[in-house]
């Protein structure tokens, strides 16, 4: 059980915000509450544990806490906490993005307290939501390429500064888990391909290669976990606001682009009833998002070369691994939308559908929607 949010911050600076805590949902990884003082005054807090909060059985190091610190420090030099503010400063600004700014951190809990950036609705709820605006999704999306371009050209250009702090052993360990060898299992557990052994060694294959990848010379600075739970868009002010860094990371650009688009393709599938990906053209939003990227990444000339070799193969096929994952513990499906049941793993059409575009990624096709990167 998480400690009373009151007794995390009651010997700091916030010890007066005591008159309110709500618990926030989004996010799987910690614990997070908003609280407020007397004055109405409101402050973020998070707590980790060496577990996910949403599932205690899998272990995750709250060592994490210094990973997102580190990275919200690169972004906030101003209000760094450990001593590496510094470093960001040649990072580039986007405009309209924001990061929270870090306020206070205990290591030895550990928690942090952050600045509450308000009340927005979560991106997932958003873009699938009728009064969502296509606009307002294309510029989400190009927003998010255009800061992941910022920080993939920063990490690569000084990477001999920032990789000891940037070495993300325990985000490695949990995702190498949950990423390859959960999905490779549910493959050959749950699918009817007549091929699932091999479409099973091909993804343990692909673990293999991607670990190498790591110790390359394309390696650059990741966010690490770009998904919808890590975005919050200010309809009212036109802001993108990025959350939750504790997955940074050193690695290849996939573990962020073929991320991101991994849930950008569902969410159009949602979003879209007659929506089919394996025939239908690639979606705005997703070309708006690797758009952005190609289009900022190409100011930083060597890294765009470097890290553009090994960019397409790899995120086509991580995108079709986790949308294989995420398929077969019952994401993505257009009917449970309707009927609000969950079924896990998906068995309806939507898993014919999702599983068949997730194979044809996995075995790396010469088609692949990223190739707008070329």
Not at 41 to 59: G, L, N, R, T
Not at 115 to 142: M, N, P, Q, T
Not at 349 to 357: F, M, N, P, Q
Request: hydrophobic share 40%; with cysteine; proline share 5%.
């Amino acid at each position: 059980m998480p400690p009373c949010p009151f007794d995390l911050v009651r010997d700091t600076p916030f010890g007066s915000y005591t008159a309110s805590a709500t618990k926030l949902t989004g996010g799987m990884i910690n614990y997070v509450w908003r609280l407020t003082n007397a004055s109405g005054d409101s402050i973020i807090v998070k707590y980790a544990e060496d577990s996910i909060a949403s599932s205690p059985d899998i272990k995750f190091s709250s060592e994490r806490m210094d990973f997102e610190v580190r990275g919200l420090s690169l972004f906030n030099p101003e209000d760094a906490l450990l001593g590496i503010g510094e470093l960001g400063k040649p990072l580039a600004k986007t405009p309209l993005v924001r990061v929270p700014k870090l306020l206070y951190y205990d290591r030895s809990v550990p928690f942090l307290v952050l600045e509450d950036i308000g009340v927005h609705r979560g991106f997932e709820d958003w873009f699938k939501a009728e009064d969502s605006k296509a606009e307002d999704l294309d510029f989400v999306c190009a927003k998010v390429g255009e800061w992941l371009a910022h920080l993939h050209g920063f990490g690569y250009n000084n990477l001999g500064k920032v990789e000891e702090h940037f070495i993300n052993k325990p985000a490695r360990e949990l995702l190498s888990g949950l990423m390859y060898d959960m999905t490779a299992k549910d493959i050959e557990q749950h699918t009817k391909f007549e091929d699932k052994k091999e479409l099973a060694a091909r993804i343990m294959q692909l673990k293999t290669e991607m670990r190498q990848a790591k110790t390359g010379d394309s390696r650059t600075l990741l966010f690490g976990d770009m998904w919808p739970g890590s975005v919050l868009f200010d309809v009212e002010r036109k802001v993108v606001n990025l959350l939750d860094f504790e997955f940074m990371d050193v690695g290849q650009v996939y573990g962020d682009i073929g991320h991101f688009v991994a849930h950008l393709l569902p969410l159009h599938f949602l979003r879209d009833q007659s929506y089919d990906p394996n025939t239908d053209p690639c979606p705005h939003s997703v070309v708006a998002f690797l758009s952005s990227y190609k289009r900022t990444m190409e100011s930083y000339p060597d890294a765009y070369q470097a890290v553009s070799m090994d960019a397409i193969k790899y995120s086509t096929a991580f995108m079709g691994i986790e949308i294989a994952r995420d398929v077969l513990t019952g994401n993505w499906c257009r009917c449970s939308e309707k009927t609000e049941k969950k079924e896990e793993p998906l068995t309806c059409e939507c898993a014919d559908i999702l599983l068949k575009l997730a194979r044809k990624y996995i075995y790396n096709p010469s088609d692949s929607l990223f190739n707008i990167l070329n």
